[in-house]
Every structure is written in structure tokens, then in C-alpha cells.
């Protein structure tokens, strides 16, 4: 019999939450804490944002999704001096975008099959829609890894 490569889902990840409260449209907000690949080691994941807005977005509304790593196992690769408290979130770090369009939420979007690299990082969002996030500490990004399995 031959073998099967299936896919094997772990367990969601919440990696943004109470930060993406009262958040200011332009800004990029970096999870407060690493997501460890270099031990759990996870191939691929898929994103899922929700937001709700003050106000309805502008109609080319987008919240893009950044993943900082630690390649050398100290310092964030995040376009300044390594410590991501004030990451330059540039299209080298660009791994998705969330598209909002003229809405004010709630919104929920998906980015799937992101393939990451098995080293720490500090996801990040980056809101580039003319309206802030309301100031509610219901937002979120969670991310839902998996590796392929040979059976």
C-alpha cells in the first residue's frame, strides 16, 4: 500500500489580543511574547484576524500580517535595532494581508498556508484602513499550525 502525506492540525494559538485594543489606524503592533517554531517546529499556519472598527474602513482597507524572526536567536529581523518595540514593517516581513474593505465590523478575515521558518518570531499587525480599532479588548489574531504527516 502506498503511503499518504495528510496534514496534522495542532491546537489554536492566540498571539494578538488585549494589544490590538483602542489601536490607531498606521500603527503596527508586535505580540508582547515570542511564539517559539525553533521547538514546536510547525511547517505552515493559517491566520485568523477579527476586528471591529470606530468607524466604517476606507474601501482599499487592508491589515497586513508580519512575522518577525529571531534568525540569529537574539534579535528581531524587524527593520530597526532588533528588540521590536517600534518594528518598520516592510514587505521583507510581509507574510499576509488581511482585506477589510469600506466596513466597520465585526470582521473576521483569514490568511492560509503560511509557511514559517523553524525559529522564534513576534507576529505583528499593521492597519492601514482610515479608522481605529474600537476600544474594546475583543480583537484578536490566533494562528492555527500544522505539519504534514506521512502515514
Avoid at 124 to 129: D, F, S
Wanted: charged share 20%; proline share 3%.
Amino acid at each position: 500500500m502506498a503511503n499518504k502525506i495528510l496534514w496534522e492540525k495542532e491546537s489554536e494559538v492566540s498571539l494578538l489580543t488585549t494589544e490590538l485594543q483602542n489601536v490607531a489606524d498606521g500603527s503596527t503592533t508586535p505580540d508582547g511574547a515570542d511564539y517559539d517554531n525553533a521547538t514546536n517546529q510547525f511547517r505552515w499556519a493559517d491566520f485568523l484576524f477579527y476586528g471591529t472598527f470606530d468607524a466604517a474602513c476606507d474601501a482599499d482597507a487592508i491589515v497586513g500580517l508580519y512575522l518577525f524572526y529571531k534568525l540569529d536567536g537574539t534579535n528581531y529581523a524587524d527593520g530597526e535595532d532588533g528588540d521590536v518595540a517600534a518594528p518598520v514593517a516592510t514587505a521583507n516581513s510581509r507574510h499576509g494581508i488581511f482585506i477589510i474593505g469600506a466596513d466597520a465590523g465585526p470582521i473576521y478575515q483569514q490568511v492560509l498556508g503560511v509557511r514559517l521558518s523553524p525559529r522564534a518570531f513576534r507576529a505583528a499587525l499593521k492597519l492601514a484602513t482610515g479608522q481605529d480599532l474600537t476600544d474594546v479588548a475583543t480583537h484578536f489574531l490566533k494562528m492555527y499550525p500544522y505539519n504534514e504527516e506521512l502515514q
